[in-house]
């Protein structure tokens, strides 16, 4: 028989979980702080134009918003056609060129969507091509109902 004898470690193989609603809270509050909801207050009114040939824009992010219709005056009144870019009226035509000049410059994959409602005149989005073209933003598409 032998007189060396093996001894065995008697500690404990659990994972401690102590610390684990520190981390959740601080992944929590990481995510917060980092993620934006950000919604556009429309400030003109938008019934859609409806088409038969649409495509889906498969990544949002590279999409740039360019609203064009009647002003929402309050009590269910519109006015005048306006052109709102993110949550500004533009009331110079030529600052939609700066405007978008300089996001092409931030994102050069950029794509301009124009959401125009279906009554506005034909003359103001010809104009915001017109300086959508000086500013070098080419990919532009325009935003439609699906045809039933």
Known sequence: MSKFKKKQAETKQAVPTSAMPDVVFML????????????????????????????????????????????????????????????????????IRNIMYDKIMEEPRLIVSLRVDQDSEFGIITDVQQELRHAGTLRVNYSTLREI
């Open 28 to 95: 929590l509050i990481f995510f917060m702080v980092t993620t934006v909801l950000r919604e556009v207050e429309l400030q003109v009114q938008i019934e859609y134009a409806q088409a038969e040939n649409i495509e889906k824009i498969e990544q949002k992010r590279l999409v740039s918003y360019i609203y064009i219709g009647p002003q929402r005056l309050g009590n269910n009144r519109l006015g005048e056609t306006k052109v709102q870019i993110d949550d500004t009226l533009v009331d110079d035509m030529g600052a």
